[in-house]
């Protein structure tokens, strides 16, 4: 089985300050997405970004990026100009043809 | 309005009693997905169905069971089998097999008293 490992159980950002969720995974596929969901309090996962692996540019979606190392196996999540709507539990997944795999998740509190 | 839906959002249970979770979508995806979030354990999987009348085991299958007859509809059926069924629980779509991204219902949370 795969797995994703989200190093950062809690991290807290001023709001409209830039913060980086880090993302490791290992797999042995040479085809795979990743991706990011935000779970905010309404518990609703909601779908951030998507990286298909094959695709050497990094996804970009507005105010969030990711910084994607394939060597590295790295997905790392970056928030731009941090909103209090932002604060969330961000899971890391990655997706190889029939399965998801999630990570433990990142929970991210925005300060006023 | 299309969508998954789940229901009932909070559910309570006796213990020794099956209960059975809702999902159900309009958006005509293949393949659907049940999941069980612990804190602080991210999402695993219980069972998944890619085609209709056909379902596969996830990563946590024992004391849950599924049926696929309808494309719209996956229910989850939590058996008193299961020792620790207290959780919540997210149904997921997914276009088809091979394809990537997966939409979420809104949840359920289930408690045994």
């Known amino acids: 089985a795969q797995t994703v490992t989200q190093s950062q159980p809690e991290m807290s950002v001023q709001e409209a300050e830039t913060v980086t969720l880090s993302c490791t995974y290992d797999?042995?596929?040479?085809?795979?997405?990743l991706f990011w969901y935000k779970q905010p309090p309404s518990r609703q996962m909601i779908l951030v970004i998507r990286?298909?692996?094959?695709?050497?540019q990094n996804a970009t979606e507005n105010r969030f990026s990711v910084n994607f190392q394939k060597a590295a196996k790295s997905f790392s999540l970056k928030i731009s100009d941090s909103q209090l709507g932002d604060t969330a539990m961000y899971f890391c997944?990655?997706?190889?043809?029939?399965?998801?795999?999630f990570g433990t998740g990142t929970s991210l509190t925005v300060i006023p | 309005d299309g969508g998954i839906t789940q229901s009932p959002k909070y559910l309570f249970r006796k213990e020794g009693q099956n209960v059975t979770l809702s999902c159900e979508q309009n958006?005509?995806?293949?393949?659907m997905y049940w999941y069980r979030q612990d804190p602080g354990q991210g999402l695993r999987l219980i069972y998944y169905?890619?085609?209709?009348?056909?379902?596969q085991k996830g990563d946590i299958a024992e004391g849950y069971s599924v049926s696929r007859e309808k494309k719209e509809s996956f229910p989850l059926t939590v058996t008193s089998a299961q020792k620790n069924p207290t959780a919540f629980y997210l149904c997921?779509?997914?276009?088809?097999?091979?394809?990537?991204?997966?939409?979420f219902g809104p949840g359920t949370r289930l408690t045994v008293l």
């Open positions: 990286q298909e692996a094959y695709k050497q």
């Open positions: 169905s890619q085609i209709v009348n056909d379902f």
């Open positions: 797999t042995s596929e040479n085809n795979y997405y």
């Open positions: 997921a779509t997914q276009t088809g097999a091979g394809t990537d991204t997966q939409y």
């Open positions: 958006l005509n995806h293949d393949a």
């Open positions: 997944a990655t997706y190889t043809g029939n399965q998801f795999y």
